[in-house]
Nanobody
């Protein structure tokens, strides 16, 4: 199984980025997909999740600014990030989970991508 995250970069505060995560080696449509982020010196934190049903969940810190979506035909999950803030600076990871209800816990996820760095300048 491989999860390949991309789309990170340097953006000014107030700007937007779209992250992508291409999955291979698994039946993508059967998995719930999540995005996490880890800032320097901090633990990995839940950002968003899209269930295989299409239901979505967000951390309070990104609700209304970030949107998670998936394209099962392309085996890809996306994270559209708008109104970015300096505190959004982190390495962003995508992850796949087959069937846990604890969607905000990193330990619930079976597979992880390598991470993509997002830097938001003030």
């Amino acid at each position: 199984v491989q999860l390949q995250a991309s789309g990170g970069g340097l953006v000014q505060a107030g700007g937007s980025l779209r992250l992508s995560c291409a999955a291979s080696g698994l039946t993508f449509s059967s998995y719930n997909m999540g995005w996490f982020r880890q800032a320097p010196g901090k633990e990995r934190a839940f950002i968003a999740r899209i269930a295989r049903s299409g239901s979505t969940y967000y951390a309070d810190s990104v609700k209304g600014r970030f949107t998670i979506s998936r394209d099962n035909a392309k085996n890809t999950v996306y994270l559209q990030m708008n109104s970015l803030k300096p505190e959004d600076t982190a390495v962003y990871y995508c992850a796949a989970d087959y069937g846990s209800a604890r969607y905000a816990s990193p330990g619930s996820y079976d597979y992880w991508g390598q991470g993509t760095l997002v830097t938001v300048s003030s």
